[in-house]
């Protein structure tokens, strides 16, 4: 099957294209051309057609899905990013998706439309006994969630075969750079991840199962991924040589996460194969040669770390 894969480069996509690639599709991939996305791309050779553009772009888009079977709509900003630019949010996530969904209903033989969307869009939840189902209220509580929620919409009223994946939290598989985001979550707070892999499984699967499409589905880790925001960052920063940091430096806010029920997603597509300790374990590995250096570098770490908190420099005075 020919497959048009935007935001290709991005976490899922990177995951995505070698489990396409595995089942047999031709993959084209639609990204940005920056030195991140570069990076990934020259790591998969010319095993993909690389269309370098911008989903803000309807000419490019329109050009991108020329004689595919199916797009799988993965590209969007997301947090932070998309609290520090509403309007640029509002155009990718948006307006980026009705130029996908324009260009599917132009074509003579119209592709079947994958989006990938967000449990945040149930908004703040933690007072509700858990899991949260689908069927659920939605809510935008920032740019981002305002953003899937509308483009959620333009998919379901497209006229196309469409479908529509609501993904829980997907941790990078590798070491990233702290943002003050990771301070304003309550530590109380519920919140389900899966590994990439399964999430790019669960993407892959969907192509030969119809009984996913005409419908949103949760796209989660399962009970083995579901833990508190302290529980998932203690693990997270245990798997990088790191202690938890202390709880002066978070919010007791709620935020929009929680447990969902993906019964109905695995038992259609059968991609939840990793538990947490799966995920931190990857994590763990990308550290290779660095591990030697992690118990130097660990309290200049923790220090910068403590300073992204403004919760922890209040109080500090």
């Known amino acids: 099957m020919k497959i ?7 976490n899922i996509g990177s995951h995505a294209i070698p489990e396409l690639l595995r089942e047999g599709h031709q993959v084209r991939a639609f990204d940005l051309d920056n030195p991140a996305t570069r990076k990934v791309a020259k790591d998969l050779g010319k095993k993909v057609e690389t269309v370098w ?15 595919m079977e199916a797009v799988l709509h993965l590209a969007a ?26 260009a599917c209903q132009e ?11 967000t449990f945040d869009v149930h908004g703040h939840t933690q ?14 509580t920032d740019p981002y ?19 529509i994946f609501r993904f829980v939290d997907v941790p990078i598989i590798g070491l990233r750079d702290p943002h003050p985001i990771m301070f304003e979550i309550g530590l109380q707070n519920r919140i389900e991840s899966i590994h990439a892999d399964d999430a790019a499984t669960a993407l892959a699967r969907a192509l030969r199962t119809p009984e996913v499409w005409g419908r949103t589905l949760f796209v989660g880790g399962g009970p083995s991924c579901q833990l508190t925001y302290r529980e998932f960052l ?23 996460t929680d447990w969902v029920d993906s019964t109905e997603s695995q038992r259609l597509l059968r991609y939840q194969r990793r538990s947490f300790d799966d995920i931190t374990g990857d994590v763990a590995k990308c ?7 992690v118990p130097m570098a660990t309290p200049i770490v923790r220090r910068k770390m403590l300073e992204m908190s403004p919760y922890w420099k209040q109080r500090q005075k």
């Open 4 to 10: 048009l894969l935007t935001g290709p480069f991005g």
């Open 53 to 67: 553009s911008d989903v803000r772009d309807a000419r490019a888009v329109a050009r991108a899905v020329e004689g």
């Open 77 to 102: 900003i997301i947090p932070p990013g998309s609290d520090e630019d509403p309007a640029s949010t509002r155009a990718v996530n948006v307006e980026g998706t009705r130029n996908v969904v324009k």
């Open 107 to 117: 074509r003579s033989r119209k592709p079947r439309l994958l989006l990938a969307s």
């Open 127 to 140: 007072s509700k006994p858990p899991p949260r189902r689908v069927e659920d209220p939605v809510v935008g």
């Open 145 to 163: 969630t305002e953003s899937k929620i509308a483009a959620e919409a333009l998919v379901r009223e497209s006229g196309l075969e469409w479908c």
């Open 234 to 256: 203690t693990r997270m920063l245990g798997a990088m040589g790191m202690e938890m940091l202390p709880d002066e430096a978070f919010s007791d806010a709620e935020y929009a």
């Open 287 to 293: 550290l290779g040669w660095k591990k030697a250096f």
